[in-house]
């Protein structure tokens, strides 16, 4: 999983000219917020990141010391 988003990162940083690091920066978290919140995973049953991190929080939550918030929608 880390190996294809590392290979995501790369095209998207060799197929993009960047006028500044700031803007490579914002293009960077913001692709880094699509990954996590709206692509889902075959590896991880076709949920986003965010939603597996979620559902594993829900199940064992003596791992976590901080909540896993789903900040693309409101989350209740």
Known sequence: MVERFNGRISEIV?????????????TLKNYLKVYNYHIPQKNIEYLTPIKKLKEWQEKQPELFKKRVYDLSRLDI
Do not use: H, I, N, P
């Open 14 to 26: 060799k197929d993009t000219r960047f006028s500044s690091s700031k803007e490579l920066k914002s």
